[in-house]
Nanobody
Framework: QVQLVESGGGLVQAGGSLRLSCAAS????????MGWFRQAPGKEREFVAA????????RYADSVKGRFTISRDNAKNMVNLQMNILKPEDTAVYYC?????????????????WGQGTQVTVSS
C-alpha cells in the first residue's frame, strides 16, 4: 500500500532552520505531484509548497516564499522541505501529500495520499 513517512521535525529557535523529508513507497513516485501542508492548533490545514512530478516547477504560500524550498529526488522517492528563517507562526504539524495528476495542487482535497505528519515547533 502507499506510505508517506515524514521526518525531520523538532524544536528550533526563531531564525533557525529545519529540513523535513518525506519518504514515499507503494506508488510510482516520479509520476506524482507532491505537496507540503501544515496545521497549527485550532486552525485549518493550509498549503505550504508543491512540486510537479519532474521537479521542474514549484509553488509556495506567500507566508513561506523566500524562506522555504521544496525539492524532490525521484531516484530516492523523497521530497524535502528546507525551512529557513523560521518564525513562531511556522509552528504546526507538517504533512506531505501525493497527487496522481502530477502537477501543482493547492487544495488538500486534490491529494490522494497523506503522511502522518511531523511536528515543528519554533520558539521565540
Amino acid at each position: 500500500q502507499v506510505q508517506l513517512v515524514e521526518s525531520g521535525g523538532g524544536l528550533v529557535q526563531a531564525g533557525g532552520s529545519l529540513r523535513l523529508s518525506c519518504a514515499a513507497s507503494g506508488l510510482t513516485f516520479s509520476l506524482y505531484g507532491m505537496g507540503w501542508f501544515r496545521q497549527a492548533p485550532g486552525k485549518e490545514r493550509e498549503f505550504v509548497a508543491a512540486i510537479i512530478w519532474s521537479g521542474g516547477s514549484t509553488r509556495y504560500a506567500d507566508s513561506v516564499k523566500g524562506r522555504f524550498t521544496i525539492s524532490r529526488d525521484n531516484a530516492k522517492n523523497m521530497v524535502n522541505l528546507q525551512m529557513n528563517i523560521l518564525k513562531p507562526e511556522d509552528t504546526a504539524v507538517y504533512y506531505c501529500a501525493a497527487d496522481s495528476r502530477g502537477g501543482i495542487a493547492y487544495h488538500d482535497n486534490e491529494y490522494e495520499y497523506w503522511g502522518q505528519g511531523t511536528q515543528v515547533t519554533v520558539s521565540s
